[in-house]
């Protein structure tokens, strides 16, 4: 458990904001995909922590999350100035595979899924590409950041305000056409039936090994209490197994993920 | 440094600290943390004679300083337990003093997984019998509030097995002292209480219940009083050890239990904020026996009457 002190917070863009922590050993490890387990401070009567997906760390110490405010802790959180002293665990779960250096990295970011993926900018040998899709433009998030970092960024809103107008899953088509020949490595977090869907279609084109990282109302994080889990293929009678996203996920290969009610 | 041992009958734990069953994995999980040999016990999430998928999602609600649950006890069932190699196997690569909480859907299963246990049982210093979960349809507290059914698994099992035997009791009943009596008349050395208060929370923008089992157990520091309450009850009730937990977060917490009558107490829901908070609890019992001059937690187990 590590000591983290706010050093900035704030807002993106509407319900967005940025939080940036200070806590060196965290980020000494910490790894594309994984998370900060996060004891909100001022909010006792609420007994549990938050996680975060790390959006990014810096050698100096600093791990930024990006959050939408849409609950009692986040609500909190985007209140807390500089300064303020959080404890957190971490960093947890199974993080993402690296791209091996022939594979061109395609991300997939729903709303702020976006920012669980983005220190694989950092680890791709080659430039790659970011999907994001969202409701609306208002809720595209960091996308400065990946064309920052040389990815190409394709966009979908529901609205039509940004980007194609439609679902993240209307960018693939033009994509696979457009990097065909290319071996890719697929990446995706976003909301469950973004990613479910994901994990029907990735397969089916291919690409049985595509992470998508999955997430469920946390608990202890560290796998203890088994309130997080998801249906992950197995063989048995029902055809899956409850798995822990805190400890043996989030990140999960499209092809283990159980697609059945 | 006053002396933390305490004595569960025939079973002497090095200090008075337990972790709740369900709170705590299979002790594999925290003994990243720290060395999960330094606790009074480890007493493990509890083992089934099946593997069990348990419940829905969500399984998990938030409340005013505390949480419902419906975890369903999942779990690996008592083969993979007994040979996984995060399962017993690990613990028996501890110092942990450990203690197996048992579970099943009818007498027969709690029997089975007890005399499984009893052939293998190197490294297990007790059982604890669940017949307390108020989230599994079949089994758990259908046992828990009946005392002749709650007297016949105890018998049962007893049956089977020479380990220390552990009844945890369910909150859910008007007369705790009657429980506490039939399962020590069937053989029960001890008994641990509370489990979970159960409970229900609301969605009100969804309208849905918050807990797909749609009722959870009420755990965390909202419950503490009632569980002191019932400790205190079943201690003038019967005169067998007692585990008591409900609501501990500090060493404080743990004497208001030991002064009710508890001789050992356990640590559950708070974990899951801090992990570390076991082994703060013993720290604060140590050192409220310090400043009021006690040399022992003996001196200070059932001091309120």
């Known amino acids: 458990m590590q000591s983290g002190v706010i050093i900035s917070n704030t807002r993106l863009q509407g319900d967005y904001f940025k939080v940036t922590f200070y806590t060196p050993e965290i980020c000494a490890t910490a790894q594309p995909g994984q998370f900060v387990h996060v004891k909100i401070a001022n909010m006792e009567e609420h007994i549990l922590r938050r996680p975060f997906s790390i959006c990014n760390v810096s050698g100096s110490g600093e791990l930024e999350v990006v959050y939408k405010v849409v609950g009692a802790g986040t609500e909190v959180l985007s209140k807390l100035p500089e300064g303020t002293l959080c404890d957190l665990l971490g960093p947890l779960g199974k993080p993402f595979q690296a791209p091996a250096a022939d594979e061109v990295p395609v991300l997939l970011g729903g709303g702020y899924g976006a920012a669980a993926m983005f220190m694989l900018t950092e680890k791709s040998a080659q430039p790659g590409v970011v999907l994001l899709g969202a409701r609306s433009k208002n809720d595209l998030l960091l996308i400065d950041d990946y064309k920052q970092s040389g990815f190409e960024v394709r966009l979908a809103t529901n609205d039509g305000s940004s980007g194609i107008k439609g679902l993240i899953t209307e960018l693939l088509p033009p994509l696979f056409a457009d990097y065909a020949g290319k071996k890719l490595h697929f990446y995706a977090c976003g909301p469950m039936p973004m990613l479910l869907a994901l994990c029907r279609i990735l397969p089916e084109k291919g690409y049985p090994e595509a992470e998508v990282s999955l997430d469920h109302l946390m608990c202890c994080g560290v796998g203890a209490c088994f309130a997080c889990v998801v249906k992950i293929k197995a063989d048995n009678p029902d055809g899956f197994r409850y798995a822990r996203t805190c400890s043996e996920g989030p990140v999960f290969a499209a092809k283990d993920v159980y697609l059945g009610e | ?305």
Request: net charge neutral; with cysteine.
């Open chain 2, 1 to 305: 440094m006053a002396d933390l041992t305490t004595k569960l009958g025939a079973l002497t734990l090095k200090n008075p600290v337990m972790t709740a069953s369900g709170t705590f994995g299979y002790g594999f999980e925290y003994n990243k943390f720290y060395d999960i040999a330094k606790l009074g016990a480890v007493v493990v999430k509890g083992i089934a004679p099946f593997p069990s998928h348990g419940n829905p999602t969500p399984r998990v609600a938030e409340t005013a300083c505390g949480m419902l649950n419906a975890i369903g006890l999942q779990g690996p069932g008592i083969d993979k337990f007994l040979h996984g190699k995060e399962y017993m196997p690990f613990l028996r690569t501890t110092n942990a003093t450990v203690i197996v909480n048992i579970w099943g859907k009818n007498v027969a299963d709690y029997q089975e997984v007890a005399r499984r246990l009893e052939q293998d049982k190197t490294g297990i210093a007790a059982l604890e019998i669940n017949i307390s979960c108020p989230n599994v349809k079949a089994g758990g507290i259908a046992f828990g509030t009946d005392p002749v059914l709650a007297k016949e698994v105890v018998s049962a099992v007893r049956e089977v097995t020479t380990l220390p035997l552990i009844t945890k009791l369910s909150p859910n009943v008007s007369r705790i002292g009657d429980f506490a009596q039939a399962v020590v008349a069937a053989g029960s050395d001890m008994i641990s209480l509370i489990n979970t208060l159960t409970g229900m929370a609301i969605d009100i923008n969804k309208r849905t219940f918050k807990i797909a089992n749609k009722t959870g157990g009420l755990s965390g520091p909202a419950i503490k009083p009632v569980a002191v309450r019932m400790v205190y009850e079943a201690a003038q009730a019967v005169n067998v050890p007692i585990i008591g937990m409900g609501g501990i977060v500090s060493g404080d917490d743990a004497v208001e239990f030991l002064l009710a009558g508890a001789s050992a107490v356990a640590v559950g829901t708070a974990i899951f904020a801090d992990p570390y908070v076991p082994l703060k609890v013993i720290d604060g019992i140590n050192a409220y026996l310090d400043k009021h001059g006690f040399n022992s937690v003996q001196d200070i187990i059932g001091l309120v009457k």
